[in-house]
């Protein structure tokens, strides 16, 4: 059974850091395109950023130069380094795989029919 497990999200305040992991098991290999999506109550799940197998890597707007997206294949783990945490940033954290086959160009647009696979989520709140 393929499964995706957050963890890392927690309180800070308003200008600290928080490093996001998800590990994935149940795949003999990490899923060639990844992404962690954000969702506040009542609004809909959006994409924060995506990496693909070739290294490439995507960010919302909001989260470039701030945040970073990386992976450890080794590990089959999927990390988020968010620093400069804004109270906006405030949401569940979701990480999220996509089915084989899906080209970079369509990871990056990060189009949630195309991701499959969620995780739990865990909660991140920054405070002003």
């Known amino acids: 059974q393929v499964q995706l497990v957050e963890s890392g999200g927690g309180s800070v305040q308003s200008g600290g850091s928080l490093r996001l992991s998800c590990v994935t098991s149940g795949y003999a290999y990490i899923s060639a395109c990844m992404a962690w999506f954000r969702q506040v109550p009542g609004k809909e799940r959006e994409g924060v950023a995506s990496?693909?197998?070739?290294?490439?890597?995507s960010y919302t707007e909001s989260a470039k130069g701030r945040f970073t997206i990386s992976k450890d294949n080794a590990k089959n783990t999927l990390f988020l380094q968010m620093n400069s945490l804004k109270p906006e940033d405030t949401a569940m954290y979701y990480c999220a795989t996509a089915p084989l086959g899906l080209l970079g160009v369509y990871c990056h647009r990060r189009r949630l029919p195309d991701f499959t696979r969620w995780g739990q989520g865990t909660q991140v709140t920054v405070s002003s």
């Open positions: 990496i693909f197998s070739d290294g490439s890597t």
